[in-house]
Structure formats: C-alpha cells, structure tokens
C-alpha cells in the first residue's frame, strides 16, 4: 500500500510546502513553541512522548515509526530534539552518542539542549549570565524575565520574530561544537527555524 504524505492541504499550504516533523522528548514545551509558527509554505509536525518514554532511543524510535508509515518528499525535515539529562553522564554517554550517528546515517537534525530545552526559551528575553544553572533556575530566569511561566503552558509566552532572531543569535554566540552534543548551558535548537526566520517563510501566529 502507497504511504501518503502527510500534508494537511485544508489548512491553506501551498502545493510545494515542506512538512518538518520533530520527534521530541517532551510532551508539551516543543510542540507549544513550533505552534507559534505559521506559513503557508511549511508544516511543522511534533511527535511528543505520550508514554514516558523519552530517552534519546524512544524518541528515535518514535521518528522512524512515524517514516514506517508516512512519505517524507523531497525538501522536508527531519529533527530529534531532545534534552542532554543524564544522557551525558560517563555511563550514558555512549547511548547519546550512538543516537547521534545514527540520525546523520539517516539524514535526521539533531537539536539538543544542555540541560534543558528551557535553555532555548530564555534566550529569546535575555542574555545569559555567567556561570551555570539548573532547569529550575532557567525556568525562574524566565519568570523574572517575563512575569510568569510554566513548562507545560509555553504558549503564554509573549514571543514575536524579534524575540526568536534574538535567541538565534544568542545561541549561535555560543554554538556547541560540530558533534551535535552541546556542553552545559548550550543549546543548537536554533538550527531547526534559522534559515526559516532569515528567509521570512515563517511568521508567528496572532
């Protein structure tokens, strides 16, 4: 049987729109954040972990089930974003570095955020300080910053294209280093919607 690609066209896409799809470890954060983003041009598709099983191998899992199924067309994306946790301790380092290798076999992006994908977040209000934090103390900077938040509401933040060029740059100030596993307080989530927001393909929604 022929896999369709799915492109949900009752929603206005142009015939040629790329589909991104996202296999994230998260179950609410990500997929909040890249529904602030619309365009005729591109459809964003978030696979989040229902079930609770969000190491790196799930969440690569996750992805190539959903390829088992649908048809990927020429110019669409691939991306496992995920968080580092312990996945870089001694022990399970291997694992993160296995998962890695295998995405770029396979063509997949690989956005990971160290320690949090709250890290990107704050980025888009301000600079970070010197020194380290936990995704306890990222998410208190966010509140500082913006008067309240809360990981599983990320769509009360207040974002606009300015606030997300801001964080490009502020993660491309400090870009992990080529093996795609970002040292702490280093986030390349960036690489999913750079080249988006610089081409003005997306815009944020109302």
């Known amino acids: 049987m022929r896999k369709k690609r799915p492109i949900e066209r009752q929603s206005g896409l142009d015939r040629d729109a790329i589909l991104v799809v996202i296999a994230s470890e998260d179950t609410y954060a990500v997929k909040q954040y890249f529904e602030f983003f619309h365009s005729t041009r591109i459809q964003f598709r978030v696979l989040s972990t229902t079930d609770g099983n969000s190491s790196p191998e799930h969440v690569l899992s996750r992805l190539k089930d959903y390829l088992a199924h ?61 020194g380290t934090m936990t995704c306890g103390e ?3 900077q966010i509140r500082n910053a913006v008067g309240s938040y809360n990981k ?16 490009i740059r502020r993660a491309q100030a400090n870009e992990p280093p080529a093996d795609g596993i970002p040292g702490l307080m280093q986030t390349n989530v960036f690489r999913v919607i750079e080249d988006l927001v610089a081409r003005k393909i997306v815009t944020l929604s109302d």
Not at 99 to 118: H, K, L
Not at 153 to 161: F, G, M, N, Q
Request: hydrophobic share 40%; net charge negative.
């Open 138 to 140: 990222i998410g208190q």
């Open 70 to 130: 649908y048809q990927i067309g020429k110019g669409d994306q691939l991306w496992l974003v995920c968080d580092t946790d312990h996945w870089i301790e001694p022990n399970h380092i291997a694992t993160m570095r296995n998962v890695v290798a295998r995405c770029r076999q396979r063509d997949i992006g690989v956005a990971i955020s160290n320690p949090c994908f709250e890290l990107w977040l704050l980025l888009h209000f301000t600079e970070l300080s010197t």
């Open 152 to 167: 599983t509401e990320v769509s009360d933040l207040p974002l606009t294209l300015d606030r997300v060029a801001a964080a």
